[in-house]
Structure formats: structure tokens, C-alpha cells
């Protein structure tokens, strides 16, 4: 056979797949400046939980232990235990809405002229410097 090709490498180009490239991403790129989300009720009591859980129990390093055990606490308290957990969370959640008016009011307002564009500021300066067209000659000494 000579030349010719051997079985496996026929049947391994009937046997190929091409890929499809990958989907890209969900959507816009996050923006670093948009307010972050509240917390619950349940993860505001967490964060007072997870204090508590560690002095008593120092020496447990699982995560999921002490999630767990919030979780059975959070389900065995009373609406009325719960009380502060949802005010605090409440009072969160009006902040955070306030901030989101602000941060959309920004938005729509648009970029200030103060603000830089994408460039850098050493790529601006050596626009400016192309244009003059007075740029310095070294001299080879």
C-alpha cells in the first residue's frame, strides 16, 4: 500500500466532529460601579450565626456544617426571632434602591467630559505629539 492511506486514518476522518465555536457569554460585561444586591433576611442572620457557630465550635472548618446548622436554626425561629433579620434586610434593600436610582440617573446622564476615554493617557499624548509634527530628533553622539 504504498501511498495510500491506512484504515485508521480514514475512518478517523469520517469519524471527526467539528465544533461549533463556543457561545460567547450572557450578555454585557459587568460594571464594576453598579450597586451590589441586599442580603436577605436569612443571610443577614447568617453573618451573626456564623460568629456564634465558630466560638462554640472552633474547631470545625467545614463550610457546609455551619450552613447546615443555620439553615435548621433559621427554620426553627419564630417570626417574631426573625423580626430584626427582616428589618435590617428591609433597611437594606432601601438603601441599595436608592443607590440604584443614583446609579441609573448616572447612566442615563451619560459620560462626563471630564472623563477620559478607552485611551490611555500616554496614547493620547502621542496622538498630540503626531500632530504637532514637531517631535524631537535624537541625536546619535
Known amino acids: ?15 471527526s466532529v467539528t ?4 457561545k460567547g457569554g450572557k450578555g454585557a460585561a459587568k460594571d464594576p460601579n453598579k450597586p451590589k444586591r441586599p442580603s436577605s433576611a436569612f443571610f443577614v442572620f447568617m ?10 465550635h472552633p ?21 417574631s426571632e ?3 433579620y427582616v428589618a435590617k434586610a428591609d ?14 440617573k448616572k447612566l442615563e446622564e451619560g459620560p462626563k467630559e471630564d472623563e ?10 502621542d496622538e498630540d505629539d503626531a500632530e504637532d509634527g514637531s517631535e524631537e530628533e535624537e541625536d546619535d553622539d
Do not use: H, I, Q
Not at 474547631?59 to 417570626?79: M, P, Q, R, T, Y
Open 19 to 22: 465544533k461549533k465555536p463556543a
Open 82 to 84: 426573625k423580626a430584626p
Open 59 to 79: 474547631k470545625n472548618k467545614s463550610v457546609a456544617a455551619v450552613g447546615k446548622a443555620g439553615g435548621e436554626k433559621w427554620k426553627s425561629l419564630s417570626d
Open 91 to 104: 433597611k437594606r434593600k432601601v438603601e441599595y434602591e436608592k443607590n440604584m436610582k443614583a446609579y441609573n
Open 116 to 125: 477620559e476615554s478607552d485611551k490611555s493617557v500616554s496614547e493620547v499624548n
Open 47 to 56: 453573618e451573626d450565626f456564623r460568629e456564634t457557630y465558630k466560638k462554640e
Open 1 to 15: 500500500m504504498k501511498g495510500g492511506k491506512s484504515k485508521t486514518e480514514t475512518r478517523s476522518a469520517k469519524l
